[in-house]
T-cell receptor, first 116, second 110 residues
Framework: EADIYQTPRYLVIGTGKKITLECSQTMGHDKMYWYQQDPGMELHLIHYSYGVNSTEKGDLSSESTVSRIRTEHFPLTLESARPSHTSQYLC???????????????FGPGTRLTVT | DAKTTQPNSMESNEEEPVHLPCNHSTISGTDYIHWYRQLPSQGPEYVIHGLTSNVNNRMASLAIAEDRKSSTLILHRATLRDAAVYYCILRDDRDDKIIFGKGTRLHILP
């Protein structure tokens, strides 16, 4: 059972508001990720981090920003929300397990964001 | 990156086995074959992975062709809770990131 949490699960907010989506994991994983997924569509990587003070942009350009001040915490911020930001945002973490020879990713339940 | 090809959707009856195919003709020697699934309104979850040999775990089995150009995820006895989108993904053993495709949407009929 993965211990990765996201809050809020659902958020409806007006245009122009600043929002922060929270993601926390208690597994001590160094690597963390944010994905964006529109309904019925593929997941796209928008941000990732390989440890404290490390952040990189993913394959899909996003107006959001992230920070990694603590290992367990990887929040995503939108300075000024717009209707085009309406989507599901999924957080994940991973660790190299050694014996199985490959990384596994553990996902949170997601935050469904609606910007009106 | 090597790509995978999966059917858009499949249907199966409850309590019957399900075979989900995946083609990956450009797979390289260091690529692992991973399967994840995404249940409705949830984040993806790891199902199984393999390199060359067939693999079994409590969730499923993975059958890998001898030339590694295709693989099949096998759910031995589907339940309604197995209805999900199943993603077949290739990853180098040094690569921590996942590139998701469209996957196969599996419908289970009661």
């Amino acid at each position: 059972e993965a211990d990765i949490y996201q809050t809020p699960r659902y958020l409806v907010i007006g245009t122009g508001k600043k929002i922060t989506l929270e993601c926390s994991q208690t597994m001590g994983h160094d690597k963390m990720y944010w994905y964006q997924q529109d309904p019925g569509m593929e997941l796209h990587l928008i941000h990732y981090s390989y440890g404290v003070n490390s952040t990189e942009k993913g394959d899909l350009s996003s107006e959001s920003t992230v920070s990694r001040i603590r290992t367990e915490h990887f929040p995503l911020t939108l300075e000024s929300a717009r209707p085009s930001h309406t989507s599901q945002y999924l957080c994940a973490s991973s660790v190299y397990p050694g014996a199985s020879g490959t990384y596994e990713q553990y996902f949170g339940p997601g935050t469904r964001l609606t910007v009106t | 990156d090597a790509k995978t090809t999966q059917p858009n959707s499949m249907e199966s009856n409850e309590e019957e086995p399900v075979h989900l195919p995946c083609n990956h003709s450009t797979i390289s020697g260091t690529d692992y074959i991973h399967w994840y699934r995404q249940l409705p309104s949830q984040g993806p979850e790891y199902v199984i992975h393999g390199l060359t040999s067939n693999v079994n775990n409590r969730m499923a089995s993975l059958a890998i062709a001898e030339d590694r150009k295709s693989s099949t995820l096998i759910l031995h006895r589907a339940t309604l809770r197995d209805a999900a989108v199943y993603y077949c993904i290739l990853r180098d053993d040094r690569d921590d990131k996942i590139i998701f495709g469209k996957g196969t949407r599996l419908h289970i009929l009661p």
